[in-house]
């Protein structure tokens, strides 16, 4: 029985499935390792590319955050995601995804890719307000 219901139309939002070994694994070994045996776990894409900006190596921070992205990306469709509606913050699991969405907004801003830039940030803020508070700083 659904009990609540988008009056505004809109769809409503996405809850990625966790992935409970990635996540275990995450807590103990180094994100490399990670996203070698779980490529497609964003979360582990997102703090690579922290790491490689914190180090000064834009470039890296960019290629990790695209692929996390990308990643993440296919798995909001394979969630039933239709191109838009809400990721939302609170739910872990998409936090990965809006990780790296924030992380190739700044990347893309230090190399001058401008249009790249507004429209990550952008994406970031449609998708969830939260996210794009907690992460735009």
């Given at each position: 029985m659904e009990t609540h219901k988008n009056l505004l139309g809109g769809p409503?939002?996405?809850?990625?499935?966790?992935?409970?070994?990635?996540?275990?694994?995450?807590a103990t070994e180094?994100?490399?390792a990670v996203a070698a045996a779980h490529p497609t776990y964003s979360l582990a894409w997102a703090l690579l590319a922290d790491e490689a900006y914190a180090g000064g190596r834009v470039i890296e921070s960019y290629a990790y955050a695209r692929t996390g992205y990308h990643r993440g990306l296919?798995?909001?469709?394979r969630a039933g995601w239709k191109g838009h509606g809400p990721v939302p913050w609170s739910?872990?699991?998409?936090?990965?995804?809006l990780r790296c969405l924030a992380a190739l907004a700044r990347a893309?801003?230090?190399?001058?890719e401008k249009e790249e830039f507004e429209r990550c940030w952008q994406?970031?803020?449609d998708s969830s307000e939260e996210a794009y508070e907690q992460l735009k700083r």
């Open positions: 409503g939002p996405t809850h990625l499935p966790e992935n409970e070994a990635a996540k275990a694994q995450i180094a994100p490399a296919d798995a909001l469709r739910h872990e699991a998409n936090r990965g995804f893309a801003g230090e190399i001058g994406f970031l803020r």
